[in-house]
């Protein structure tokens, strides 16, 4: 597919070019010949006069002939003949690594779209096959009990809930792409790390889990809810990755244009090979996979809502130590 666009985009810049350099070799080849052809005429004009015995003009001595003249316009026609020649050859040759070069992102749009598609079915795939086949087995029973309905149920709800967590986080990432600035408010740091902090509470609560804040007032623009969702992601990853019992802290500071949101846990930590990855859609560490469920989307969100809202975010961690991460954002006071 990809193969034949190329080629078609080939043929238009080819196409196009040529327009171009013929328009040009045209009107230079009629403004230029256009004075050969009146000295060609006036000569044979004269010769005729000559030839009839008629009195002429005295043709200035060593001044081309008209043969000259002529063989000088057919010349110049092979010329423009060959150097449009090359243009063709060469814009050919340009046209094609341009229009590689041009499709280059729309390729890999498409492969992350592919990889997408694919991952997020595998995902779908594993609580719907749980699904059918808890069901089925039941159905196979020729009594059920009332306890073991009631297990089968709660058991149906649990992967039910994994399928609509997957799909709000499917749907976060269409919604994500679409942010943009125009839409963008003041908001306090504060205020959306307190909104975050109340979400993640009660897992925090389940787990004796303390957590503290260090927090500075400070003022960014972005969309609200968007960077809530960015602390609900960080606390709770925070949080599901450490040991009861531990702490987990959030400490803000100001710089001269940025405010940095530092999230620091004493948790499974972050293999370093793993540390690039973890912000990729699907990726889950291995050493997570035995903690807790997952879906590997929550980070691929936070980072690209924080770069819809001109910030960065990194990851310091050691394994079986902790992790922190260090959100940044530009600061408007
Ligand atoms: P999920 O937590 O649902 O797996 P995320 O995208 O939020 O998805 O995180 C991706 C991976 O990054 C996690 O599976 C885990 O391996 C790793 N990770 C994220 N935060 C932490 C943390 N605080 N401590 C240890 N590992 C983490």
Redesign the pocket.
């Known amino acids: 597919m990809f193969g034949q666009a190329r080629i078609k985009l080939t043929i238009w810049y080819v196409g196009i070019i040529l327009i171009i350099s013929t328009f040009f070799s045209v009107a230079f080849y009629n403004s230029s010949t256009r004075e050969i052809d009146r000295i060609v005429d006036r000569l044979q004009f004269e010769k005729i006069r000559e030839e009839s015995g008629m009195p002429s003009f005295r043709r200035p001595p060593g001044g081309p002939s008209i043969e000259e003249l002529l063989s000088y316009k057919e010349r110049m026609r092979l010329t423009l003949l060959i150097v449009n020649g090359i243009i063709l050859l060469f814009s050919a040759g340009a046209a094609y690594i341009l229009s590689g070069r041009t499709l280059r992102p729309i390729k890999v749009m498409v492969d992350e779209q592919n990889q997408f598609i694919s991952s997020a079915s595998h995902e779908l795939r594993t609580p719907l096959a749980t699904l059918r086949t808890e069901m089925e087995g039941h159905l196979l029973e020729k009594e059920i009990t009332d306890q073991q309905a009631r297990n089968l149920i709660k058991s149906n709800l649990e992967e039910i809930e994994r399928l609509q967590g997957l799909s709000n986080n499917l749907l976060r990432i269409t919604q994500v792409q679409e942010l943009t600035n125009s839409t963008f408010e003041d908001i306090s740091v504060s205020e959306v790390l307190e909104a975050a902090i109340a979400k993640v509470l009660p897992l925090a609560r389940k787990k004796n889990i303390l957590l503290v804040t260090k927090t500075k007032e400070s003022i960014i623009s972005g969309d609200k809810l968007s960077i809530v969702e960015v602390f609900v992601?960080?606390l709770?990853?925070?949080i599901?990755?450490?040991p009861k019992k531990s702490e987990v802290s959030v400490v803000v500071h100001k710089n001269q244009k940025q405010v940095v949101i530092a999230i620091k846990?004493n948790?499974?930590?972050?293999a370093e090979k793993?540390k690039v990855k973890?912000?990729e859609r699907f990726?889950?560490?291995d050493?997570?996979?035995t903690v807790?469920?997952?879906?590997?989307?929550?980070?691929?969100?936070?980072r690209k809502t924080i770069e819809k809202h001109n910030g960065s975010i990194q990851v310091t961690?050691t394994l079986n130590k902790?992790?922190l991460?260090e959100v940044k954002f530009p600061r408007i006071a």
């Open positions: 992601i960080l709770d990853n925070a599901k990755y450490s846990d948790g499974i930590g972050i793993d973890i912000f990726y889950r560490a050493s997570s996979r807790t469920d997952g879906y590997g989307l929550g980070l691929s969100i936070a961690s902790g992790s991460f």
